[in-house]
């Protein structure tokens, strides 16, 4: 079974993400108080918590959730595999897939201590379809695109 393992957010673009209890989706916004909140295609980004693990072993300092800039960290569910255009139901929100992967800012202090970084080929983005609270421990279920 698929589910969130963290959630969340920076009030400032540029810094790491921090763990919050719980995180509001709200629509054609994003997570509420999230600095990368906006009518846009990227409100949401998430990580799966395998791409993380398998950095933990070649980087030198500690990666906790968010640092990577993610707002969701999963388990069990092959993000990067997913087409543009799917949606998940996260607990009881609904979130679309719109980009998988980014490109990695220069100065991305994660790309400098490890020499890559994962969000690139393996974080997702989406926006948000239906609004809602979201936990780590909920359940993630693929809906058709």
Known sequence: MAK???VNISEKKGQQK???PEIHLKLRHGIVGD???GDWHRQISLLAEESVDAMRS???VELNAGVFAENINTTGIDLKALPVGTRLQIGETEVEVTQIGKECHN???IKKA???CVMPTEGIFAVVVQ???VRPGD???CLEG
């Open 139 to 141: 359940e993630i279920t």
């Open 18 to 20: 921090r763990p919050v």
């Open 35 to 37: 600095a990368h909140a």
């Open 58 to 60: 070649a980087c030198p």
């Open 107 to 109: 100065d991305c202090a």
């Open 114 to 116: 490890v020499g890559r």
């Open 4 to 6: 969130v393992v963290s």
């Open 131 to 133: 609004e809602g609270v």
